[in-house]
């Protein structure tokens, strides 16, 4: 299903590609992805996503800034050479507003707990899911969310969950 399918009045969690789409204006699910965030913004429907996916948020557009700045740094490398020059890092300031960003969006951001990670590892039996995606749907079921808003083509791996892709 596209996202622009997802019917007014829905609760839906949100996977960090959606936010990450929105922030990247070059990206060609930008339009889609910020639609959808609109929808979010003026109560059409209802956000969700756990402090994991800010994070994973925040992190991702901070190595896109980075990238962006240091374009003689192989991407391969880019990791690693942030690390080695935090002064770099220091002055990275996207990123650093992305919380507050989110926030602006009317998006519930729920707890990422031990207890949810420690139940998540089921997932990874259950359908080979990776750590983060694992998370992604434990965090689904506790909260009793059965759609997702994710680019993220494992998720149509998982039963009793309705995935929503952006449009192109």
Same mark, same amino acid.
Request: aromatic residues 8%; hydrophobic residues 40%.
């Given at each position: 299903?596209?996202?622009?399918?997802?019917?007014?009045?829905?609760?839906?969690?949100?996977?960090?590609?959606?936010?990450?789409?929105?922030?990247?204006?070059?990206?060609?699910?930008?339009?889609?992805?910020?639609?959808?965030?609109?929808?979010?913004?003026?109560?059409?429907?209802?956000?969700?996503?756990?402090?994991?996916?800010?994070?994973?948020? &925040?992190?991702?557009?901070? !190595? +896109?800034?980075?990238?962006?700045? %240091?374009?003689? @740094?192989?991407?391969?490398?880019? *990791? /690693?050479?942030?690390?080695?020059?935090?002064?770099?890092?220091?002055?990275?300031?996207?990123?650093?507003?992305?919380?507050?960003? &989110?926030?602006?969006?009317? !998006? +519930?951001?729920?707890?990422?707990? %031990?207890?949810? @990670?420690?139940?998540?590892?089921? *997932? /990874?039996?259950?359908?080979?899911?990776?750590?983060?995606?694992?998370?992604?749907?434990?965090?689904?079921?506790?909260?009793?969310?059965?759609?997702?808003?994710?680019?993220?083509?494992?998720?149509?791996?998982?039963?009793? @969950?309705?995935?929503?892709?952006?449009?192109?």
């Amino acid at each position: 299903m596209r996202l622009s399918d997802l019917p007014e009045g829905t609760r839906v969690f949100i996977d960090a590609n959606i936010f990450i789409y929105h922030f990247s204006a070059s990206s060609r699910f930008n339009s889609s992805c910020t639609d959808f965030l609109e929808r979010v913004e003026f109560g059409a429907v209802h956000g969700v996503t756990s402090a994991a996916i800010v994070q994973e948020t &925040i992190h991702r557009i901070m !190595v +896109e800034e980075a990238f962006l700045a %240091l374009p003689d @740094i192989q991407p391969k490398n880019l *990791i /690693k050479y942030l690390k080695d020059h935090p002064d770099t890092v220091k002055g990275l300031e996207v990123n650093r507003g992305i919380p507050a960003r &989110i926030a602006q969006l009317n !998006v +519930e951001v729920i707890p990422t707990t %031990l207890a949810l @990670i420690d139940q998540s590892q089921a *997932i /990874k039996t259950e359908y080979g899911f990776l750590s983060n995606d694992a998370l992604i749907l434990q965090t689904m079921r506790d909260r009793g969310l059965l759609h997702l808003a994710s680019n993220d083509s494992d998720f149509e791996r998982a039963t009793n @969950i309705t995935l929503y892709k952006p449009d192109i």
